[in-house]
T-cell receptor, first 109, second 114 residues
């Protein structure tokens, strides 16, 4: 079993839709969690950290469920510019960051 | 502005040649990393360094070498022993390896072997 697993997609949604991605992790000792965004042929960039209480940044909401060992990213009112690959990143518990394979989102007009 | 720079952006190399990719950061981070990304694939860790004059192999170190003589710099050499070197190479840094902090990435170098 991979340490961090994501559904690769692609998720094809119309503009204005709400879309959610989940990411599961295997190490229950993991302490910090992040979502990164990677545009085609570019470097990954930090989208948001994921806090235990959940956090929101505009149209983006991140949640952590420690009991079930997953994190989620919710995007409301999708824009064309949200089309990208979203990487789930988990601190393994020893401090090492483990990257998921990424989930591809394509927002259609 | 603080950040990570990589050069060159695009690199072409003939088979059998070694090539060195540059990575510099002015974030005062202790830890630095090299990843490889192939089309449609995730990131794979090549080498990482927790501190100056120290580095460890990642998951796919064969055919690569690194050095860490200065805190700011972590160059990667792709040797002729690397069987399939054409890929997108990403350098990253972090405050410390064993921490709760995120990583920051440079813009990447796209290497093509002709």
């Amino acid at each position: 079993r991979k340490e961090v697993e994501q559904d690769p997609g692609p998720f094809n949604v119309p503009e204005g839709a709400t879309v959610a991605f989940n990411c599961t992790y295997s190490n229950s000792a993991s302490q910090s969690f992040f979502w990164y965004r990677q545009d085609c042929r570019k470097e990954p960039k930090l989208l948001m950290s994921v806090y235990s209480s959940g956090n929101e940044d505009g149209r983006f909401t991140a949640q952590l469920n420690r009991a079930s060992q997953y994190i989620s990213l919710l995007i409301r009112d999708s824009k064309l510019s949200d089309s990208a690959t979203y990487l789930c990143v988990v601190n393994s518990g020893t401090g090492k960051l483990i990257f998921g394979q990424g989930t591809t989102l394509q927002v259609k007009p | 502005d603080g950040g990570i720079t990589q050069s060159p952006k695009y690199l072409f190399r003939k088979e059998g040649q070694n090539v060195t990719l540059s990575c510099e950061q002015n974030l005062n981070h202790d830890a630095m990393y090299w990843y490889r990304q192939d089309p449609g694939q995730g990131l794979r860790l090549i080498y990482y360094s927790q501190i100056v004059n120290d580095f460890q192999k990642g998951d796919i170190a064969e055919g690569y070498s690194v050095s860490r003589e200065k805190k700011e710099s972590f160059p990667l050499t792709v040797t002729s022993a690397q069987k399939n070197p054409t890929a997108f190479y990403l350098c990253a840094s972090r405050v410390r390896e064993y921490s709760y902090n995120e990583q920051f990435f440079g813009p990447g170098t796209r290497l093509t072997v002709l």
